[in-house]
Nanobody, 116 residues
Framework: QVQLVESGGGLVQPGGSLRLSCVAS???????MGWYRQTPGKQRELVAS???????DYANSAKGRFTIARDNFKNTVYLQMNSLKPDDTAVYYC???????????WGQGIQVTVSS
């Protein structure tokens, strides 16, 4: 069983920054860790992901503003969010996945609110 615990969300003004962290516990294989977000009435969408080897991918909305990073020794993934916009307001979820068929786990979600 894998557990993911997120931290770092909150309220920030437009143009501000936040750093999300997610710690994974349990038995982990080589994997992809990622951050997704969801707003009411919309599907959960990928924000950024990073493989165990450090390859990162970003949604177009995140490119140039967000940076994903991970520490494999700490089983932790980070999302540095800069130049935040009100449209970034959402519940952010940490995800870890591996294997075929895909096995994945989700964090409980953390609120990020960008508002003046």
């Amino acid at each position: 069983q894998v557990q993911l615990v997120e931290s770092g969300g909150g309220l920030v003004q437009p143009g501000g920054s936040l750093r999300l962290s997610c710690v994974a516990s349990g038995t982990l294989s080589a994997n992809v860790m990622g951050w997704y977000r969801q707003t009411p009435g919309k599907q959960r969408e990928l924000v950024a992901s990073i493989t165990s080897f450090g390859r990162a991918d970003y949604a177009n909305s995140a490119k140039g503003r967000f940076t994903i990073a991970r520490d494999n020794f700490k089983n932790t993934v980070y999302l540095q969010m800069n130049s935040l916009k009100p449209d970034d307001t959402a519940v952010y979820y940490c995800n870890i996945a591996w294997g075929i068929p895909r096995e994945e786990y989700w964090g409980q979600g953390i609120q990020v609110t960008v508002s003046s």
